[in-house]
């Protein structure tokens, strides 16, 4: 009994461990950088209707191409439209389609991954599967489905969450094996406990700190990907700003306006290495294996 109820505090050990680090749990300048870096991006994108000076969809045919000045901070585009706008509104899309893959991504992928970890009736048949979606490579999968369904918003989320879940259901699966063979799963199979809570009650919290990273690195790829996809010409339509659909756009006349690659590309990068550094983070203070080598 005393282990199956320690098995129910596991998934408030993982979140509170966050916040509660020992003292010798040392966070480094580089990831507070990043987690500043982060948290501005966010927050100006989240709240760039307040603050942007011009409609990013207006076009002005006598302002095309200007350069940076009062009026126009960081000039304009090919269509007169203010190119710090658009860039501004393009990051909300951009981290919208991120973290919606991310979770939409690791959701699917942990029903799957428990499934395939804890029947092994099951456990061939959905890896086989798994297997041949990794098979194929991201890029080019998400260009099909995305030209299957269409360049809307969640037909983008779909074509890139494909290739990630097979990702994770192989995460989860191994925490599973693992896990399945601990006294407190045996105890809860002993007592009777149905299938469904022993998934969800007993092994499910076991997976949450390996996916907490997972999404981390998710997240960052698809706001890769999604950039990538644009600049393809096969993501979003291009009424909609990203930070890939504005970078497409500014390739023509990059010789003479570098700054409409530059800075889209410049949030873009920091963006993703800001999120892949607190990955790298998370992963060292809720791995065990890490603190000991510390240690």
């Not at 500043?36 to 409609?55: H, K, Q, R, T, W």
């Not at 002993?190 to 809570?197: D, H």
Request: proline share 7%.
């Amino acid at each position: 009994m005393t282990a199956i109820s320690n098995s129910r505090h596991s998934a408030f050990q993982v979140l509170s461990g966050l916040f509660s680090l020992p003292a010798d749990a040392r966070i480094g300048i580089g990831p507070m950088i990043a987690a500043v870096i982060l948290v501005v991006i966010v927050l100006a994108s989240l709240f760039a209707p307040l603050y942007v000076p011009y409609d990013p969809l207006a076009m002005d045919a006598m302002a095309r191409l200007k350069p940076p000045s009062d009026t126009h901070l960081l000039g304009t585009d090919p269509y007169g439209r203010d190119t710090f706008s658009r860039v501004m509104m393009g990051g909300r899309v951009s981290l919208l389609i991120g973290i919606g893959t991310a979770l939409v991504s690791i959701s699917v992928g942990m029903m799957i991954g428990l499934v395939a970890g804890f029947f092994h009736a099951a456990d061939g048949v959905i890896m086989r599967i798994m297997d041949s979606l990794m098979a194929i490579p991201a890029i080019l999968l998400a260009i099909a489905l995305v030209a299957l369904n269409g360049p809307s918003l969640s037909s983008i989320i779909i074509a890139i969450t494909v290739p990630e879940v097979p990702r994770v259901v192989r995460l989860v699966r191994s925490v599973v094996l693992s896990a399945r063979e601990e006294p407190f799963v045996e105890a809860a199979i002993a007592l009777g406990s149905s299938m469904p809570k022993i998934l969800i009650q007993h092994l499910m919290p076991n997976t949450f700190a390996p996916l907490i990273v997972q999404g981390t690195y998710i997240c960052a790829s698809a706001i890769l990907i999604e950039a990538i996809l644009s600049f393809l010409g096969a993501g979003v339509s291009t009424e909609i700003p990203t930070w890939g659909n504005i970078m497409a756009e500014g390739r023509t006349y990059f010789q003479i306006k570098p700054g409409l690659i530059f800075w889209p590309g410049l949030l873009l990068s920091l963006c993703i290495l800001a999120i892949n550094l607190l990955g790298d983070t998370a992963r060292d203070l809720l791995d065990p294996r890490m603190k000991k080598r510390e240690g």
